[in-house]
């Protein structure tokens, strides 16, 4: 029976010779995920059902990202609670401050997670895994207390849509105008519980991190999943870090899709989306001349090296505009010491920027950059939902990090192509 790679991978870890759309399976996982907010109630949960053990130390990870460094008693108390557990179980992937990192980033970083595994995670951006070609998605945390427990869950196998990729991205726009652009196309619910498989000879074009990018923000098109196949670029990037033997799979030819898109990577411009969802897309050129108070340049979406780098070439010899409060946020340790090696550090802080240690940070409105109201921030993070990021009054413009950075010297949102003339 023909199968697309997200069936493929769940038949795999199902002990099934194949699977079909919507039937309901109990698979074995490859690795638990929870943070701060999401890991204590996963904890109690797990306690309350009279679990005394973990299925296996080595396949769960505890990132201390979203309130950490802590910002108040309550944030320091979630801390505490994950901490203590992660003593308590001997749990190895416990990532605290001065080794953690924004959780979506450190685990591929780290080699925790590879092609061809199974991930659940209680974080919907889980899905960012799916970039190595590995099934990765988020659950709540009742269903990450049982897998903690017994290193299973239970999946409805959803069906798919592909997106075919020609072509290779222009100057100043990277994966998180290809994902913003098929939201505004497909809409936040067009790809409801369904896997976005992204295909073509555009693939090879993209970094790998444009791709973590991709199928971070699946999760805002409502998809159970993004995934690309495995390229040379995956066994690059998997190489020194994945220190395990791994599957790669591929969708079959006569694979069934509910709906095919042709995406041409060259015709792309940079895009925003507007508030407040991020199906509201425009791109930059159609907006107007919005005035911003803030500029935020990290997240598990745009937080990587590259990120940084494309930020740092907009700002280096420019001064960021009077008022404009611009945030920068290396995704995890090691980004961030690259950030200083590579110069790009200074280049911020000249610039009048500021450059945080690892964190979400503003991004669900955490710390490091709260909204007041009716202020206006353009940020590189994900949602930009009523009050995600301060006061209900505020409003948030997802962009990359180019026209972020771009956004900030000027002080309002532009095409960077801009600051050239």
Same mark, same amino acid.
């Given at each position: 029976?023909?199968?697309?790679?997200?069936?493929?991978?769940?038949?795999? =870890?199902?002990?099934?010779?194949?699977?079909?759309?919507?039937?309901? @399976?109990?698979? #074995?996982?490859?690795?638990?995920?929870?943070?701060?907010?999401?890991?204590?109630?996963?904890?109690?949960?797990?306690?309350?059902?009279?679990?005394? =053990? *973990?299925?296996?130390?080595?396949?769960?990870?505890?990132?201390?990202?979203?309130?950490?460094?802590?910002?108040?008693?309550?944030?320091?108390?979630?801390?505490?609670?994950? /901490?203590?557990?992660?003593?308590?179980?001997?749990?190895?992937?416990?990532?605290?401050?001065?080794?953690?990192?924004?959780?979506?980033?450190?685990?591929?970083?780290?080699?925790?997670?590879?092609?061809?595994?199974?991930?659940?995670?209680?974080?919907?951006?889980?899905?960012?895994?799916?970039?190595?070609?590995?099934?990765? +998605?988020?659950?709540?945390?009742?269903?990450?207390?049982?897998?903690?427990?017994?290193?299973?869950?239970? &999946?409805?196998?959803?069906?798919?849509?592909?997106? =075919?990729?020609?072509?290779? !991205?222009?100057?100043?726009?990277?994966?998180?105008?290809?994902?913003? =652009? @098929?939201?505004?196309?497909?809409?936040?619910?067009?790809?409801?519980?369904?896997?976005?498989?992204?295909?073509?000879?555009?693939?090879?074009?993209?970094?790998?991190?444009?791709?973590?990018?991709?199928? #971070?923000?699946?999760?805002?098109?409502?998809?159970?999943?993004?995934?690309?196949?495995?390229?040379?670029?995956?066994?690059?990037?998997?190489?020194?870090?994945?220190? /395990?033997?791994?599957?790669?799979?591929?969708?079959?030819?006569?694979?069934?899709?509910?709906?095919?898109?042709?995406?041409?990577?060259?015709? !792309?411009?940079?895009?925003?989306?507007?508030?407040? !969802?991020?199906?509201? +897309?425009? +791109? *930059?050129?159609?907006?107007?001349?919005?005035?911003?108070?803030?500029?935020?340049? $990290?997240?598990?979406?745009?937080?990587?090296?590259?990120?940084?780098?494309?930020?740092?070439?907009?700002?280096? $010899?420019?001064?960021?505009?009077? #008022?404009?409060?611009?945030? *920068?946020?290396?995704?995890?340790?090691?980004?961030?010491?690259?950030?200083?090696?590579?110069?790009?550090?200074?280049? &911020?802080?000249?610039?009048?920027?500021?450059?945080?240690?690892? +964190?979400?940070?503003?991004?669900?409105?955490?710390?490091?950059?709260?909204?007041?109201?009716?202020?206006?921030?353009?940020?590189?993070?994900?949602?930009? &939902?009523?009050? /995600?990021?301060?006061? *209900?009054?505020?409003?948030?413009?997802?962009?990359?990090?180019?026209?972020?950075?771009?956004?900030?010297?000027?002080?309002?949102?532009?095409?960077?192509?801009?600051?050239?003339?």
């Amino acid at each position: 029976m023909a199968m697309t790679m997200t069936q493929k991978i769940l038949a795999s =870890h199902a002990g099934l010779d194949s699977v079909t759309a919507g039937q309901l @399976i109990e698979a #074995n996982l490859d690795l638990t995920l929870a943070n701060d907010i999401t890991g204590p109630v996963a904890i109690r949960e797990m306690e309350k059902a009279g679990f005394d =053990h *973990v299925f296996d130390k080595n396949k769960i990870a505890l990132v201390m990202d979203h309130f950490a460094p802590n910002k108040d008693i309550k944030s320091a108390e979630q801390c505490l609670t994950c /901490r203590n557990f992660a003593g308590k179980h001997e749990v190895v992937n416990f990532f605290d401050v001065g080794q953690m990192g924004i959780e979506h980033a450190l685990l591929p970083e780290q080699g925790l997670v590879g092609p061809g595994e199974l991930i659940i995670g209680a974080d919907s951006h889980t899905c960012t895994y799916g970039a190595l070609g590995a099934f990765s +998605t988020g659950v709540g945390s009742t269903d990450l207390a049982a897998g903690m427990a017994t290193g299973k869950a239970w &999946f409805r196998v959803p069906s798919a849509i592909k997106f =075919h990729l020609t072509g290779s !991205l222009p100057k100043y726009v990277s994966g998180k105008d290809v994902i913003l =652009h @098929i939201i505004g196309k497909i809409g936040v619910d067009g790809a409801l519980y369904r896997s976005m498989e992204f295909t073509g000879e555009g693939v090879a074009s993209l970094s790998m991190d444009d791709r973590f990018t991709i199928c #971070n923000m699946a999760i805002e098109a409502g998809a159970k999943n993004g995934i690309f196949p495995v390229d040379d670029k995956t066994r690059e990037y998997i190489k020194g870090r994945v220190n /395990r033997e791994v599957t790669e799979f591929a969708a079959d030819a006569d694979a069934v899709y509910d709906e095919e898109y042709t995406i041409n990577l060259s015709e !792309l411009r940079p895009t925003v989306a507007c508030p407040h !969802l991020p199906e509201n +897309t425009k +791109t *930059v050129d159609e907006l107007g001349k919005i005035e911003i108070q803030q500029s935020v340049i $990290g997240s598990c979406t745009n937080g990587r090296i590259q990120d940084m780098r494309d930020a740092a070439a907009i700002l280096k $010899g420019r001064k960021v505009k009077k #008022n404009v409060r611009t945030i *920068v946020i290396p995704a995890t340790q090691t980004i961030y010491l690259q950030c200083i090696e590579e110069g790009l550090a200074k280049i &911020f802080v000249e610039a009048g920027a500021i450059l945080s240690t690892p +964190t979400c940070g503003p991004c669900l409105g955490g710390h490091m950059g709260i909204l007041a109201h009716d202020e206006k921030a353009v940020s590189t993070t994900n949602r930009n &939902f009523v009050g /995600r990021m301060g006061h *209900v009054s505020s409003e948030i413009y997802l962009a990359n990090p180019a026209v972020a950075a771009a956004s900030a010297v000027a002080g309002y949102i532009i095409d960077p192509a801009e600051l050239e003339d």
